[in-house]
């Protein structure tokens, strides 16, 4: 009998510690893969949850509304209380922050950024505003706001043509030009939608 409760006891111990180990080899698994994501492939569980996020920018200026899409370097946020979308470049984004069930969320990566989107730059999608000649509002790191449309758009750099916010760009109706380097950019807000974003 005695026997029999010492086998009992050493099969517990060893069953025991067999769980004890696969919930630390589970939790060391569980480390390693969140060691391994990155805030593009967070953001974009967050677009697809449709979350609403504030993105606190460089300059404490707070962006809040639903993520829309996330590229390369930038992401593009729904504003509640406005038309359009606000393009953010990923430098001028100090942090995000988002409910608890939202940051959780992210952390369940599952799949990848869609390859195209992930290979969209800020530059690219700066170019298809040019190309659409969106009226947009340029907010600056040093606290400029400039509307106009955008000309063109470099490699590194924007042409915006200055006009007032919600006017079409029409010769008469421009007032000065701007070049503005992408790295002074904290965020272009568009006047509507522009479908190669979303």
Known sequence: MEWDRLFE???????????????????????????????????????????????????????????????????????????????LPAHAVELWALDHGALLASSAVTEPLNPLRERMTF???????????????????SGTVLAGTIDRAGADHLDLALHDAGAPRRARAVTGFRLVPFASVLSIGTDAPAPGML
């Open 123 to 141: 530059g690219f999608v700066v170019r298809d505003l040019a190309r659409r000649r969106s009226g947009v509002t340029l907010h600056t790191r």
């Open 9 to 87: 006891d050493l099969e517990d111990q060893i069953a025991s510690g067999w769980e004890a180990e696969r919930a630390a080899l589970d939790a060391e698994t569980e480390r390693l893969r969140i060691a391994r994501l990155d805030l593009r492939s967070r953001l974009g569980v967050l677009v697809d949850e449709g979350s609403t996020v504030a993105a606190v920018l460089t300059d404490s200026t707070r962006v809040r509304g639903r993520l829309r899409a996330v590229g390369a370097d930038w992401a593009a946020v729904q504003p509640q209380d406005a038309p359009g979308l606000v393009l």
